[in-house]
């Protein structure tokens, strides 16, 4: 946090809920989330606006070398607390700074870490770019950043939730002043602090364009934030596991994660130097080898037959791809008189390799698809260079998407405007899987 944070009239009320059911759900919930994400121990963890340091404890504990920064003294204070009832091992992997994100360089030693927590901080200062900014540059190559903010929905549908309609009004009318002025909207939340929300489609486009890609997003508290007060959790171990498990179920769940009071973002960072549609069959690959794909997926790249190096796809291969590229646009005759004997798309060497990219997102529907395209076709992304097939299909709400593009760089740049859209209408594309492509037989 910074001087300009608003968290500091909020911290009684925040220190006072701790061991309140939103607390407890809150963490454990982002912790199930992030363990889903880490690297094995003993990895590098910074977390900014570390609070009482609930999550830089329980990943030393883990055996993860974490650095926590924390601006306000009775927050840093209450960490300390915690961390000396720890024993020595757990204790000697946290140095805790007396810093805010804006000196974040000289806090964090100036070093860059496997993995960056930003977690229910962002929304008490004044905007997230500068943020998403000095962070981004702190996440290493493969590493990801952690999120968790508050969004525009969550902020408009909490009143409404708890049936507190001159509440839910005035959000709405908030709402509308911000979409005027080309603001944040702002609101004052449960602790009694002032506060802002993100539009989440927006927040991932800055990250994007710091070289931090959506990998997904969780919702956090759903069903215990309907009602105004915050009593302890259930007593009863059986019903507190059956909570958290079913508000870990909402909150990985279209569209009931949309509903949390926070959204919860990994943003991922590209590895420097990993070139994955670039194969040396014979010197840098064995047989198989697994490496990491888009969105942080571990995927096996299986080294393809050897065979004479193709320079560059083939012109009327390109052109043909290019009109399956356009879903369909082209005639049934031109199409036929686009077909050529096959040719291998694979490439030995340090030259190019395409690939096929497989999504099953767990729900899409013919309308959400229909939008996706539309929105690309306005921010003219609706042919994108580099892609050489794109196909939809399934029924209901199982539409799977698969496409070949010509390399990683080309499938990359279309992401920079695909995410976006995804966030604003709330669809996780989900993990991809990713191969090399051997062969494609037109007609």
């Not at 805790?96 to 806090?107: N, P």
């Not at 991932?204 to 990998?215: D, M």
Request: charged share 25%.
């Amino acid at each position: 946090m910074t001087a300009d944070s608003t968290f500091g009239g909020g911290r009684p009320g925040w220190l006072g809920g701790l061991d309140h059911v939103r607390n407890v759900v809150r963490q454990e919930l982002i912790s199930r989330q992030l363990d889903q994400h880490l690297p094995q121990p003993p990895a590098r963890v910074l977390d900014v606006g570390a609070g009482q340091g609930t999550q830089s404890i329980r990943l030393a504990r883990l055996g993860h070398q974490v650095v926590a920064v924390e601006p306000d003294p009775e927050m840093r204070a209450a960490f300390q607390a915690a961390l000396s009832a720890e024993p020595a091992e757990v204790a000697g992997r946290v140095t805790l700074r007396d810093a805010s994100v804006t000196d974040l360089a000289a806090a964090a030693f100036g070093e860059i870490y496997d993995t960056v927590l930003l977690l229910g901080v962002l929304m008490y200062l004044p905007a997230s770019r500068p943020v998403i900014a000095e962070l981004a540059a702190r996440v290493a190559p493969g590493g990801f950043l952690a999120v968790a903010a508050r969004t525009v929905t969550s902020a408009l549908w909490r009143p409404a939730a708890r049936q507190d309609w001159q509440a839910a009004l005035a959000a709405f009318d908030e709402y509308d002043r911000a979409r005027a002025e080309a603001r944040d909207m702002r609101y004052v939340n449960e602790i009694g602090a002032p506060a802002r929300a993100d539009d989440l489609g927006a927040l991932t486009a800055v990250a994007a364009g710091y070289g931090l890609r959506l990998e997904t997003w969780y919702g956090v508290r759903i069903a215990v934030d309907q009602g105004e007060l915050d009593p302890p959790p259930p007593s009863d171990p059986r019903e507190l596991a059956a909570l958290l498990d079913v508000e870990e179920r909402l909150g990985a769940t279209d569209p009931y994660r949309q509903l949390g009071q926070l959204a919860h973002l990994i943003l991922r960072k590209a590895p420097v130097g990993r070139r994955l549609q670039t194969i040396d069959a014979e010197r840098r690959f064995p047989e198989s080898r697994p490496v990491r794909g888009p969105m942080g997926r571990t995927v096996r790249w299986r080294r393809p037959p050897a065979r004479p190096c193709l320079r560059s796809f083939p012109d009327r291969l390109g052109r043909m791809c290019g009109r399956l590229a356009g879903f369909g646009s082209g005639s049934r005759s031109t199409a036929r008189r686009a077909r050529r004997p096959h040719r291998r798309l694979g490439e030995v060497g340090e030259e190019l390799m395409a690939l096929g990219i497989y999504f099953s997102p767990a729900s899409m529907t013919a309308a959400q698809y229909d939008e996706i395209i539309a929105r690309l076709d306005a921010a003219g992304a609706g042919q994108p260079r580099g892609r050489l097939y794109h196909t939809c299909f399934g029924t209901g709400t199982e539409l799977q998407i698969f496409d070949i593009w010509e390399s990683q760089e080309a499938f990359d740049r279309f992401g920079v405007t695909l995410l976006p859209i995804l966030g604003d209408i709330g669809l996780d594309p989900g993990r991809p899987t990713v191969e090399p492509v051997h062969n494609l037989i037109p007609g």
